[in-house]
DNA sequence: ATTTTCACG
DNA sequence: ACGTACGTGAAAATG
């Protein structure tokens, strides 16, 4: 194995590392008002890219200050930088400490550029026959990619990269050659950097010229063969413009160092001498990574030995202590794996900080009256981690818990959705406490997961758990009431997870014989095309491999490539049915990846979940994951259970009632993402329409193509319009309507531009709504969810439109979210006041699924859709509309 | 572990 | 000029 070398472009990581956090900017400081986040990211990277990679040599190279050898050739270059933002200027010296401290050696020289020191070491690396990898935020290093080097470019933040050998580049640049990016570069300029290149000359003519010339010396001998064009006089006009900005945008590999190969080791990070480093900086995360894997111990002992938690393992004895708790306490029961209703449950803790926590490895002795009892007392309230596990968890034993509090996953949740963590260790290092030790540290993970059968170990662990819990639970109350999201804790989400809890264990049975059945046909069915494609290929292969099945189409068949993905060719439904006219086979292979996909993830797939002992299956209901405040489902998803296809949708005959002679009822909300357009945008013809019912689509329809009241709008239109209304809600692009509706990009331009003459005051909103997420940097839905945007002052244009988008639609999806789900509440509530039989089932985003005697189907069909479109009130009505038959398929 | 594809709202 | 529709989960292939 060549020896690995690695070169990072230090101030241009520097400088991503600093945008990437600059939305926490004022949040990240030390105890001497020092800014932490571009050290804060940096660091980052270095532990999760450099430090993995473990090169033989490293470098970060630094600029040395403003003048170098280009601003002596050009007064302006790089003129028009804004200057460096004070609150980045002054880590810098902080950066180089933390290179250092990670075995790195940090390097600069004063005329030159950090890419100069780059391309110089790269090259003689190279030479010396060292694999060379450099890393930096700047395409401008790609000029020195080879077969020897490779430059991996940041795409977002700074830990994620994309990989640039020789045919990634050319792949990039359409065709132009790593050694080709200079000249192009010469012949475009570059404004960032400020110099000139040619005028009128973009990637696009740049790329052809060299495609026909190579490089700018050849364009340039054979200019006046050029035909005559306005393109040809700025060639011959700016050739000394061209020649110039060559010469600023090719980096140096022949700079005289002092240091070589040998001066520059990777020495590995000394994770002793960090510690203070940290400390200093006040990286409280990164300490409590470095106390689990063992390092600076000393000066924290006293947390986790933390003399101040008073723990007892549960007795006989001691029963009578157990019972004494009284007032508000935590609780947390451990188990083996996140399935809930399968898991096995290793251990319990319970207590309070105050009376002391009591902890015990049989949850037998939750079954004692003396802790039955507790949990089930309405008189002391509770706080946990994930309270709907609880609540399956403990209902398995069969015991209620009663009076859940705070439940601090779902509170963190709310505070924002990007928590998305699965241990308390990491949550509670959300809210700076860090005296939980993680889970993979107590009992590993993969095939080394272990319980430790040392009791001290465990209880440890579970007391600390519990522990943590009780600290934060006030924490995060307080957060709840400073976002003013207390009501949505506690009218919609807490009681939310009861009826959850409800709805996954009461599950859904399934008729695997049904399944069984369907699933031979669609077996015989594969086996017969996969035949006729081998015989039509006139070789096996395998046509679930993307990889194999593009070889087969775009290089035995020579099929046309119409889309690539970034690992070959794409082979996408899309793609496929642009082909299907060339070829019989792509028919084929579209039929086997449908049948394919009911076969395995539907019909072996839910029979791998259908419990044996009632034949029915229970979906967990994720609450604290989505970024816009949907539910989702897991183990298995039973949130997109085929119904757009027909040999799909049959899948469903397999959802039946858990009892003869009772229904599958259903009941959907009708466009009720527009619906709430409509009403928090306030326009006054798009709630017009939903006042007088019309058909929203056709209305639409008749907005933008400028129709009158009576005039019939036929189906294209519609369509057309239906697409327009789908992507106002996601937030609109003209590219994205062209490409659904399959019209240029300038029409679906001036479809837009007409649906916001038409609607102002949606127009009006969506800007608004943008603009708040700018200021605020969070988006608010009619319940005060909250969703972070980050990005929305992004540099990069895509993350930024990315964020624009989801500022749009988050506000619109997330109200809907917030509806059903009071509806779900007031719903549960419902069927016990009226004393029905009835039981809730499933929840698919705008419907609600459940099982019912018939005889109470009549009373359903007027109490299902009064609760739901009763649920908020809105400036418009909200519809719902019901269904029921013997199966779910036969619910429409 | 990541990528691609495809099922749903 | 940039390169895109919003939100999910599961299966299989592949690195």
Redesign the pocket.
């Known amino acids: 194995m060549a020896k690995t070398l690695l070169l990072i472009d230090g101030n241009s990581l520097a400088f991503r590392a600093f945008y990437a956090m600059h939305s926490q900017l004022e949040r990240m400081k030390n105890q001497d008002g020092l800014h932490t986040n571009a050290l804060v990211a940096f660091n980052n990277f270095l532990d999760t890219l450099v430090d993995p990679m473990q090169p033989d040599y490293c470098l970060v190279a630094w600029d040395a200050g403003k003048t170098t050898f280009r601003t002596e050739k050009l007064d302006s270059y790089k003129g028009s930088r804004q200057s460096t933002p004070p609150e980045l200027v002054e880590q810098f010296p902080y950066l180089r400490q933390l290179v250092e401290l990670h075995g790195i050696t940090s390097y600069e020289l004063p005329g030159y550029e950090a890419d100069d020191i780059i391309g110089t070491i790269a090259k003689a690396g190279a030479q010396e026959g060292l694999a060379v990898t450099i890393v930096t935020g700047d395409r401008d290093l790609l000029q020195l990619v080879d077969e020897n080097i490779t430059v991996l470019v940041t795409k977002k933040g700074v830990t994620e990269l994309e990989t640039f050998d020789p045919a990634a580049v050319i792949e990039k640049y359409d065709g132009l050659t790593a050694a080709q990016v200079v000249d192009m570069k010469a012949l475009t300029g570059d404004t960032a950097d400020n110099y000139p290149g040619v005028t009128k000359i ?3 003519t740049a790329i052809k010229l060299l495609k026909e010339w190579q490089t700018l010396e050849n364009l340039y001998d054979n200019v006046e063969s050029l035909k005559k064009s306005k393109m040809k006089d700025n060639l011959i006009n700016d050739r000394e413009q061209a020649f110039m900005s060559q010469d600023l945008a090719r980096i140096r590999t022949d700079v005289a160092l002092p240091i070589g190969i040998a001066d520059i080791n990777y020495r590995g990070a000394d994770y002793e001498g960090i510690v203070p480093f940290y400390q200093m900086l006040n990286f409280k995360q990164q300490l409590a990574k470095l106390h689990a894997a063992g390092y600076g111990k000393e000066a924290n002992e006293a947390t986790q030995n933390n003399p101040a938690i008073k723990m007892q393992v549960i007795t006989e004895a001691n029963l009578a202590q157990v019972a004494a708790l009284e007032g508000e306490i935590s609780f947390y029961l451990e188990t083996t794996s996140p399935n809930y209703h399968i898991s096995e449950m290793v251990g319990f803790a319970i207590g309070n900080a105050t009376q002391g926590y009591f902890v015990a490895r049989s949850v037998d002795w939750l079954l004692t009256p003396v802790l039955s009892n507790l949990l089930t007392s309405p008189a002391i309230k509770k706080n946990v981690y994930n309270a709907k596990a609880a609540l399956v968890l403990l209902n398995r034993l069969g015991i209620k818990l009663v009076n859940v509090a705070t439940d601090i996953i779902l509170a963190a949740y709310l505070l924002d ?1 990007n928590t998305n963590v699965d241990d308390i260790d990491e949550l509670a290092q959300q809210f700076d406490y860090y005296d939980v030790e993680s889970d993979e540290a107590i009992y590993g ?2 095939a080394k997961f272990a319980i430790p059968t040392d009791d001290d170990i465990l209880f440890k662990h579970l007391v600390n758990k519990v522990h943590a819990i009780d600290q934060l639970a006030p924490k995060v109350t307080a957060k709840l009431i400073e976002h003013e999201q207390l009501p949505l804790y506690e009218s919609i989400e807490l009681p939310l997870t009861h009826v959850l809890a409800a709805m996954e264990i009461t599950g859904i049975t399934v008729d695997t014989e049904q399944l069984r059945a369907q699933g031979s046909k669609l077996v015989e069915r594969l086996s017969e095309l996969e035949q006729a494609i081998y015989r039509q290929v006139g070789e096996e292969f ?1 046509i ?7 070889e087969i189409l775009f290089e035995k068949m020579k099929l046309p490539v119409i ?1 690539k ?12 049915e642009k082909l299907a006219p060339e070829a019989p086979i792509v028919e084929d292979i ?1 039929q086997y ?2 049948v ?7 019909i ?3 029979l ?2 259908v419990h044996s002992t009632d034949s029915k299956i229970h ?1 967990r209901y ?1 609450q604290t ?4 405040g ?1 539910l ?6 039973l ?7 027909e040999e ?2 049959k899948i469903r005959q397999a959802f039946v009632p858990s009892h003869p002679d009772w229904q599958i009822f259903g009941a ?2 009708s466009q ?1 993402e527009l619906r709430v357009l409509a009403h928090i945008t306030g326009d006054e013809h798009l709630q017009a329409a939903f006042k007088e019912d019309d058909d929203i689509h056709a209305a639409t329809a008749r907005r933008i193509f400028g129709l009158s009241k009576d005039e019939p709008v036929d189906g294209n239109m519609r369509r057309k319009a239906k ?2 209304n ?12 062209s ?3 399959g019209v240029s ?1 300038p029409e ?1 331009k001036k479809m837009i531009e007409t649906y916001f003459e038409q609607y102002p005051g949606v127009d009006a909103w969506l800007k608004s709504v943008v603009a708040e997420a700018k200021l605020n940097g969070y988006v608010e839905t009619l319940s005060k969810r909250r ?1 972070y945007l980050p990005e929305i002052n992004a540099k990069s ?2 993350l930024r ?2 964020a624009e ?2 500022a ?3 506000p619109i ?1 997330g109200s809907a979210a917030d509806i059903i789900k009071l509806a779900m509440i007031n719903m549960q509530t419902a069927l016990q006041e009226h004393g029905l039989q009835a039981k809730m089932l499933l929840q ?4 609600l699924i459940f099982e019912a005697p018939t005889s109470e189907i009549a009373t359903l069909e007027a109490l299902v859709p009064k609760i739901m479109d009763s649920a908020v009130t809105l400036d418009v009505p909200l519809k719902v509309e019901s269904h029921y038959g013997p199966t779910w398929f036969d619910a429409k």
């Open positions: 973009g990637p696009v959705t993970k993969g395998n679930q491999s993307p990889k194999q099945l593009g889309k993905t970034k690992t070959g060719y794409s082979t996408a439904v899309d793609v496929l579209l990846r449908q394919a996909k009911l076969q395995q993830t539907y072996e797939g839910l791998k979940v979906t994720m994951l989505t970024q816009t949907r989702s489902s897991v183990d298995p998803n949130q997109n259970i085929p119904i757009r296809l799909g949708r959907d909300y009720i697409a327009v789908f992507g106002i809600v996601y937030g609109i692009s003209d590219f994205g309507l490409q659904s509706i990009r679906a969703r244009f895509n439109s990315f988008r989801t749009m639609n988050t999806q698919v985003h705008d419907e």
